[in-house]
Nanobody, 118 residues
Framework: QVQLVESGGGLVQAGGSLRLSCAAS????????MGWYRQAPGKQRELVAD???????NYADSVKGRFTISRDNAKNTVYLQMNSLKPEDTAVYYC????????????WGQGTQVTVSS
């Protein structure tokens, strides 16, 4: 099993910045994808950004140029630096890890609230 622990959410004014962290522990294989999803009230969960274990990033169009994903494989930790935050970025942010050994398995964190005030 894999456990994911997120931190770094909070309340910030529009234009501000926050940094999210997600530390993974347990049975983690060297090849995996770690990333961030978010879910706003009344909306479906959506991809924000993810990154392969070889550090190839992937971003949602809505956050390109404002958010930066990074990871430290030695610590099994993924980060999301969020700059120029907008009220529409308000959501619960979830960390996700996926890895494939015969079949793909995904794990989710408990979520951290990000609130951007206007």
């Amino acid at each position: 099993q894999v456990q994911l622990v997120e931190s770094g959410g909070g309340l910030v004014q529009a234009g501000g910045s926050l940094r999210l962290s997600c530390a993974a522990s347990g049975r983690i294989f060297s090849r995996n994808v770690m990333g961030w999803y978010r879910q706003a009230p009344g909306k479906q969960r959506e991809l924000v950004a993810d990154m392969t274990s070889s550090s190839i990033p992937n971003y949602a169009d809505s956050v390109k140029g404002r958010f930066t994903i990074s990871r430290d494989n030695a610590k099994n930790t993924v980060y999301l630096q969020m700059n120029s935050l907008k009220p529409e970025d308000t959501a619960v942010y979830y960390c996700r890890l996926s890895q494939t050994i015969l079949t793909m398995t995904e794990y989710w964190g408990q979520g951290t609230q990000v609130t951007v005030s206007s």
